[in-house]
């Protein structure tokens, strides 16, 4: 499993960022999973360069490439601190402004820099006529058409349905739900993607993410890692969410 934790612009301290990555450096010491952490930008460039067992991702990447453009942040300047993965199209940055073409530009962006691509995908809002299906296929389509099959292969998919983040695990997806969407996203990469690399495409899910459902939801989906906003910016909450996914039933 893969668990990224989003911290979003929730921490601005640098103390509560340093106790976040020791805890985080604790946990990924005693899981079988990957703990990747995605903190502001300041928070990268501090840790990432350090020999920690926790993997690095940056919350998204320029669509510029380097030169005169004041307050932009390069996947080349992430790749350099020792960023490994770039969370690309995130509904929030979605929501100021990136079109589906600017996100396939931000992954080609990220791949030339040899940062892993982890888009994000979701609706808005559920429909009876399955609408939303056809805008999640629209979204990835998009978003890999410009890449080379080689690329197509390593970008990982996150599934977060807009109408389910920042909630609580009530409101998120139900397990029998997000093992249909993740069956149908990996159909859709099945189309977009070679025979061989659609096999061992990751898909995600975050959207209230919690240690109440994360078990549930690891359990009945086939997904293969979670994505995780509020949770992940409690010391306390972040470590029983990763140990209850190592539960015994
Ligand atoms: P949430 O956020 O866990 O707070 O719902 C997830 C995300 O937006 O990545």
Same mark, same amino acid.
């Given at each position: 499993?893969?668990?990224?934790?989003?911290?979003?612009?929730?921490?601005?301290?640098?103390?509560?960022?340093?106790?976040?990555?020791?805890?985080?450096?604790?946990?990924?010491?005693?899981?079988?999973?990957?703990?990747?952490?995605?903190?502001?930008?300041?928070?990268?460039?501090?840790?990432?360069?350090?020999? *920690?067992?926790?993997?690095?991702?940056?919350?998204?990447? *320029?669509?510029?490439?380097?030169?005169?453009?004041?307050?932009?942040?390069?996947?080349?300047?992430?790749?350099?601190?020792?960023?490994?993965?770039?969370?690309?199209?995130?509904?929030?940055?979605?929501?100021?402004?990136?079109?589906?073409?600017?996100?396939?530009?931000?992954?080609?962006?990220?791949?030339?820099?040899?940062?892993?691509?982890?888009?994000?995908?979701?609706?808005?809002?559920?429909?009876?006529?399955?609408?939303?299906?056809?805008?999640?296929?629209?979204?990835?389509?998009?978003?890999? *058409?410009?890449?080379?099959?080689?690329?197509?292969?390593?970008?990982?998919?996150?599934?977060?349905?807009?109408?389910?983040?920042?909630?609580?695990?009530?409101?998120?997806?139900?397990?029998?739900?997000?093992?249909?969407?993740?069956?149908?996203?990996?159909?859709?990469?099945?189309?977009?993607?070679?025979?061989?690399?659609?096999?061992?495409?990751?898909?995600?899910?975050?959207?209230?993410?919690?240690?109440?459902?994360?078990?549930?939801?690891?359990?009945?989906?086939?997904?293969?890692?979670?994505?995780?906003?509020?949770?992940?910016?409690?010391?306390?909450?972040?470590?029983?969410?990763?140990?209850?996914?190592?539960?015994?039933?």
């Amino acid at each position: 499993m893969i668990i990224i934790a989003n911290w979003k612009a929730y921490v601005e301290d640098f103390e509560k960022a340093k106790k976040l990555f020791a805890i985080s450096k604790k946990i990924a010491r005693t899981t079988t999973s990957t703990i990747v952490l995605a903190p502001p930008a300041p928070f990268v460039g501090a840790f990432a360069p350090k020999k *920690s067992g926790v993997a690095f991702a940056a919350q998204d990447v *320029s669509v510029t490439t380097g030169g005169a453009h004041t307050g932009e942040m390069t996947a080349a300047a992430y790749a350099a601190v020792g960023t490994k993965y770039a969370i690309i199209g995130h509904s929030e940055r979605r929501a100021a402004g990136d079109t589906d073409a600017i996100v396939g530009e931000k992954i080609a962006h990220a791949l030339a820099c040899t940062l892993l691509p982890i888009l994000c995908i979701g609706e808005r809002e559920r429909d009876s006529e399955g609408r939303y299906l056809a805008y999640l296929r629209e979204e990835l389509t998009v978003a890999l *058409s410009a890449l080379t099959p080689k690329e197509r292969a390593k970008v990982i998919v996150a599934y977060e349905p807009l109408w389910a983040i920042g909630k609580t695990a009530t409101s998120a997806i139900t397990p029998n739900d997000l093992a249909e969407m993740v069956l149908y996203i990996r159909k859709v990469l099945a189309e977009l993607l070679s025979g061989k690399s659609s096999a061992h495409a990751l898909v995600l899910y975050g959207g209230s993410v919690e240690p109440d459902n994360i078990r549930m939801l690891a359990a009945n989906s086939n997904v293969d890692g979670f994505l995780i906003g509020h949770a992940s910016v409690d010391p306390i909450t972040f470590s029983l969410l990763v140990k209850q996914l190592h539960v015994q039933k």
